[in-house]
């Protein structure tokens, strides 16, 4: 199958700090991306849409001025938590579209101290 | 929107039983029901999906059903084994098919009991 990478893996800020994560899709061109975040024993909520060349599309009660999103080619696309809290840590999943399913990244873990 | 409910949250079967995880969901233009597998601290893997054009679809000891009608879908896992023992999530797309964004439900813990 398509392989969706992400990176960093893992990561520790400081609370205030800005944190960015890439998401690669490595072997196709994804036109759209997603963004998810799952807290420890939850399922994935979706956060946004990231789609190529044009403006994310947020979920209900995301903020998109602390979360932003990058879709600036077909292959990368990337969130940046902006001034993080303790209260954003978490797992946060990328996933690529394929012709006929979704592609996961490895997910990167995010600890705000 | 989209909202899909999961049933049971844990479920605990002996190794060779069967295991069977229930879905629901609310918006009848769903059309791409995906299941996927995880382990602790890993990406989802796909473990099998079914479109709303077929009602039931196999793969090995693996298979779905859909009830359009009802608005419910359900994975079945035979002859279990002790590394299907992982979280379990049901998905569905409101639009825009196996491309488009997934609504999960909350999760299915399964242990598989040697």
């Known amino acids: 199958g398509a392989v969706v990478s992400q990176h960093p893996s893992r990561v520790i800020c400081k609370s205030g700090t800005s944190v960015k994560i890439e998401c690669r899709s490595l072997?196709?061109?994804?036109?759209?991306m997603f963004w998810y975040r799952q807290f420890p024993k939850q399922s994935l909520m979706l956060m946004a849409t990231?789609?190529?060349?044009?403006?994310?599309?947020?979920e209900q009660g995301v903020e998109k001025d602390k979360f932003l999103i990058n879709h600036a080619s077909l292959t990368l696309s990337t969130l940046t938590v902006t001034s993080a809290h303790p209260e954003d840590s978490s797992f946060y999943i990328c996933?690529?579209?394929?012709?006929?399913?979704?592609?996961f990244g490895p997910g990167t873990r995010l600890t705000v101290l | 929107g989209e909202n899909v409910e999961q049933h049971p949250s844990t479920l605990s079967v002996q190794e060779g039983d069967s295991a069977v995880i229930k879905c629901t969901y609310s918006?009848?233009?769903?059309?791409?029901f995906p299941w996927y597998k995880q382990e602790l601290g890993k990406r989802p893997q796909l473990i099998i999906d079914?479109?709303?054009?077929?009602g039931e679809k196999k793969d090995q000891r693996i298979a779905v059903t859909l009830n359009k009608t009802a608005k419910h879908f359900s994975l079945h896992i035979t002859e279990t084994q002790p590394e299907d023992s992982a979280v379990y999530f049901c998905?569905?797309?409101?639009?825009?098919?196996?491309?488009?964004?997934?609504?999960f439900g909350k999760g299915t813990k399964l242990s598989v009991k040697p």
């Open positions: 998905a569905a797309t409101p639009y825009g098919g196996s491309q488009g964004n997934l609504i």
């Open positions: 072997d196709f061109q994804a036109t759209t």
């Open positions: 990231s789609n190529e060349g044009s403006k994310a599309t947020y």
């Open positions: 918006d009848s233009a769903s059309n791409y």
């Open positions: 996933s690529a579209s394929g012709a006929n399913e979704q592609f």
């Open positions: 079914i479109r709303s054009n077929v």
